[in-house]
């Protein structure tokens, strides 16, 4: 019942948020039977794109292989996200695409060593990330640096301290960080990356169950010591290491989130106990749906003022929900992943209309709105592009299900448009305008086909609304107009910092 109340808010929220989106204008409702997944897919993906274009052309430093403005851990979650992108789109824009993304795998792996940052937690995020990188270029040394990662993980947090709570994988090593902790996260990131490795087990070179046996070593304590409150169905920050029981500390989005897909995984590996390991997936996800959203059902972080750590905390769960979710094939499960896909959609379509920074295309931190950053909006826009690869990839599954109209102007692609010749066509133009003035004056012109907008790393903006040949200047006064002799926009020109978005229909 509960989630059938959930399934029908979010579906009105989703069709009222189409309606009333300031950067995509008019729409149509769709006719039953319509699923529009393909339109939605694309609107998700490119704004990725855009995003992870976005972060790569004006904050990645080369030299030392990082995004200075994150901190250091999330730099690692940042290159995840990166991984995840070209996973989605191995079949679209290759030549260009892939090899300016491999690029950045391989430069950061030659800039960084293998253990980064101080503590367990940092250097499994680190290990998520050399795991994705793999998957999406086949390098096997990036496979093999995770395998490092682990081995350290083992050797230095579970072995290090294992009567302190009878298991489990500290936080941070001994002595550095006062009283030993062991908290949900690290362990999370445990399971997850066993997880993870299970299926290169020969590759790596180890027994076949090694590492599957280390995830069920995990999840068996994970469930022992309470981490989850039975109350709430939420995962609590950690354990007191005076009592070994739950501290009833903050419910954070990430710690629900990267329990997820290591359920997930350890759900298929384990057929006997899938059943039971998914039960206790959907009670989080509802829980998370019940008990850490506002009241329109946009995802909320419970803090009131979110340190530059939890600025990334949201995408994180949303890009481990996805990795659950896109799993389940099961028919018992139609129902549940619809809803969530449904659920999944409306909160990244929110950021696009309401948390979008008109300064500078960055993500805010409130995916309700207004924009609001902190570190310049780096980890904020990290976690946005974490919900446009889950929304995109969950719509790409979507089949059958029925979804509301997507917008009428949907992004094509990076940089200008363009036809086949690379010729433009007529247009209005203005510097300075954000893209939402860009497209409220695309919207205004009937006949306007396209727009393309530009904001570079210093926040100057210019924006080109493309139309058909005309005897007389449309443009609005502030405008000015230019010819072209294209006809029709068919593609785009891959151009840095720059979108083209074109009319649907």
């Known amino acids: 019942e509960v989630l059938t109340r959930m399934v029908k808010a979010v579906a009105i929220a989703l ?10 204008h008019s729409h149509t409702v769709s006719p039953v039977g319509a699923t529009n997944a393909g339109n939605w897919d694309q609107l998700f993906n490119v704004r990725a794109l855009t995003g992870l274009d976005r972060l790569l052309t004006c904050t990645y430093d080369a030299k030392s292989g990082e995004f200075p403005k994150e901190l250091l851990w999330q730099s690692a979650n940042t290159l995840e996200t990166l991984g995840n992108y070209m996973l989605h789109n191995n079949n679209n824009n290759r030549n260009y695409l892939h090899d300016r993304l491999a690029s950045i795998f391989d430069n950061t792996y030659k800039r960084t060593a293998p253990i980064i940052d101080n503590c367990f937690d940092d250097h499994q995020w680190w290990l998520l990330a050399w795991i994705r990188a793999y998957q999406a270029t086949g390098q096997i040394a990036y496979l093999q640096r995770a395998a490092v990662i682990f081995d ?36 999370e990131l445990f399971l997850s990356s066993a997880m993870e490795l299970h299926g290169y087990a020969s590759i790596l ?37 005076r009592t070994c029981r739950n501290n009833g500390q903050t419910t ?16 298929s590996a384990q057929s006997r106990n899938s059943s039971a390991i998914l039960a206790v997936a959907k009670g989080i996800i509802t829980a998370v749906q019940q008990r850490l959203t506002d009241r329109n059902g946009i995802l909320v972080e419970p803090c009131s003022n979110c340190d530059g750590d939890q600025q990334i905390f949201k995408g994180i769960f949303m890009r481990h929900l996805a990795y659950l979710v896109s799993t389940m094939h099961n028919s018992a499960d139609v129902s549940f992943k619809q809803q969530v896909t ?56 979507a089949g059958g299900q029925q979804l509301p109209s997507a917008p009428k102007w949907l992004p094509l692609g990076l940089g200008n448009c363009a036809d086949a010749t690379n010729a433009s066509m007529p247009n209005c133009y203005r510097s300075g305008v954000s893209e939402q003035q860009c497209a409220t004056e695309a919207s205004r012109l009937p006949t306007a086909v396209a727009y393309d907008y530009q904001q570079k790393c210093d926040g100057s903006s210019f924006c080109r609304i493309r139309l058909p040949a005309t005897s007389s200047n449309p443009c609005s006064a502030s405008w000015s107009y230019g010819g072209g002799s294209a006809t029709r926009v068919t593609t785009t020109t891959n151009d840095t910092l720059t979108i083209c978005v074109i009319r649907s229909s």
């Open 15 to 24: 069709a009222l948020a189409v309606l009333i989106c300031g950067l995509c």
């Open 342 to 397: 449904s659920w999944v959609l409306h909160n990244a379509f929110s950021i696009i209309s309401n948390d979008t920074c008109l300064y500078n295309s960055y993500y805010g931190v409130q995916w309700a709105g207004p924009c609001t950053t902190a570190n310049n909006g780096v980890a904020t826009t990290s976690a946005a592009i974490d919900a446009f690869n889950a929304a995109a990839l969950l719509a790409s599954q």
């Open 152 to 187: 350290n993980t083992v050797q230095g947090a579970w072995n290090a301290d294992f009567n302190l709570c009878q298991g489990g994988v500290l936080w941070c090593p001994l002595g550095q960080s006062g009283t030993p902790y062991k908290n949900a996260i690290t362990n």
């Open 252 to 267: 954070w989005t990430y710690n629900q989130g990267v329990l997820l897909s290591g359920m997930g995984l350890l759900a």
């Open 205 to 241: 070179g180890k027994p076949a169950d090694y590492y599957l046996d280390w995830a069920s070593k995990e999840w068996d304590w994970f469930q022992r010591v309470g981490m989850q409150n039975p109350q709430t169905r939420l995962v609590n920050d950690g354990l007191d290491s």
